[in-house]
């Protein structure tokens, strides 16, 4: 059974920090691509970060700078470090794990259950 579990999400002031975390299992970790989204209330979810299998790094304009997104294949886990945080990035934040197999075209995705960041002024 797949699980993506996030952590590290919570209250966080005005320009401060914080590190978001996703453990996977019950897939080979390191042959698939890692995002985060986020989806604020009323609005789409939208991809924050991502990291490919290969570490390729893409960023959202919008955390561009501020935010870093890795991961760790031993542990199997992806973070996403956020700092300077405004009111805007508030948000349900949620992980995902995709794999295509080349062979079949078939595409495996998997998302987490979220976890909430709110950032308060």
């Known amino acids: 059974q797949v699980q993506l579990v996030e952590s590290g999400g919570g209250l966080v002031q005005v320009g401060g920090s914080l590190r978001l975390s996703c453990a996977a299992s019950g897939i080979t970790f390191s042959m698939h691509d890692f995002g985060w989204y986020r989806q604020a209330p009323g609005k789409q979810r939208e991809l924050v970060a991502g990291?490919?299998?290969?570490?390729?790094?893409n960023y959202d304009d919008s955390v561009k700078g501020r935010s870093t997104i890795s991961r760790d294949n031993a542990k199997n886990t992806v973070h996403l470090a956020m700092n300077s945080l405004k009111p805007e990035d508030t948000a349900v934040y949620y992980c995902n794990a995709r794999y295509s197999d080349r062979r079949s075209g078939a595409d495996f995705v998997y998302w987490g259950q979220g976890t909430q960041v709110t950032v308060s002024s």
């Open positions: 990291i490919s299998s290969g570490g390729r790094i």
